[in-house]
């Protein structure tokens, strides 16, 4: 029998139907048998010490309703779900080519009794007589047999379709998630180095070692410089930044290299507790933004 689950996926498969709602230890059994369109039941010995490590771990709780324990997850739990999110799509594959090899099984050992129904039914026959009725009787057991299995072949088949499907999905709206951060940084990007290029001093300073390196506000030229490049520069902040695949960890890149530009420049030319107070209120508006953005997309 080859594994259902590699080493650590069936935790993560527990916390993605915790996360679809509360449910107790029976309920993720059952759950899992249908997943798997009953070609594959784990046991209570396998499912109950993984709920209790997972409390044990913060990332789900549980309460007591009618005497049973009802498992939720909780924040962190969701939090390590989202960070695996890609694990999440290929264990959806796993799953799939797991019920594929279990239908194979299932389609061999039906083959293997059939092929041993024959013999035991030729060596019947060449023993005694076979009353016609006894015959015909065996022969509706074989055809059920084998429209059992047709029927599971067809289930699991359709059961490995839906699970690529929506792998393939999973993986689109990563990618569209991403571009869509992505995109949002740059033009927020954009939008502040037009403000702190207003304010002069050290913020145009500020903003021009965040977008690379633009004029400081109060030269002569600072005004038409910001004004011709900041489409040009916003495109190409951050562009050495390779994307992984995972939309939140790239944002936490972007938001890095942002905080780290910024403190730098802060750190070479100075900064005042007004130009701070300045900041503070530019920073709060393209917080505000972002927030409406990342609602606006979820």
């Known amino acids: ?56 771990e913060g990332l789900v709780t549980h309460a007591t309703e009618g005497g049973r324990k009802v498992y939720s997850i909780t924040d962190a739990g969701r939090a390590e779900l989202a960070d695996r999110g890609g694990e999440l799509a290929d264990l959806e594959v796993e799953i799939r080519d797991s019920v594929t090899e279990l239908a194979a099984e299932i389609r061999d050992d039906v083959r293997g009794a059939a092929g041993d129904l024959r013999r035991e039914m030729r060596a019947s026959a060449s023993a005694t007589r076979v009353e016609d009725e006894s015959w015909k009787a065996a022969k509706e057991d074989l055809r059920k047999a084998r429209q059992e299995w047709k029927e599971q072949a067809r ?94 960890r790239d944002l936490d890149r972007l938001l890095d290299r942002f905080r780290d530009e910024v403190r730098d420049a802060a750190r070479d030319r100075g900064v005042t507790s007004a130009q701070v107070a300045e900041a503070r209120r530019h920073l709060e508006a393209a917080c505000g933004r972002l927030g409406t953005t990342f609602g606006a997309g979820s």
């Open 1 to 56: 029998m080859p594994p259902v689950f590699a080493h650590g996926r069936l935790r993560l498969y527990l916390l993605k139907l915790l996360d679809e709602a509360p449910r107790h230890g029976y309920e993720v059994i059952r759950l899992l048998e249908e997943r798997f369109q009953g070609l594959y039941a784990p046991s209570a010995g396998t499912v109950y010490p993984r709920l209790a490590k997972l409390e044990a």
């Open 155 to 248: 289930r699991a088949k359709d059961e490995s379709r839906r699970a690529r499907e929506e792998a393939q999905q999973a993986r689109r709206q990563a990618k569209e998630a991403q571009e869509r951060a992505r995109e949002e940084v740059q033009r927020i990007a954009g939008q502040l180095q037009e403000q702190f290029a207003r304010s002069g001093g050290v913020l145009g300073s500020l903003a021009g070692a965040w977008l690379g390196g633009a004029p400081a506000a109060g030269s002569a030229d600072a005004s038409a410089a910001g004004a011709d490049g900041d489409a040009g520069r916003a495109s190409q902040w951050a562009a050495d930044l390779a994307a992984t695949g995972d939309p939140a």
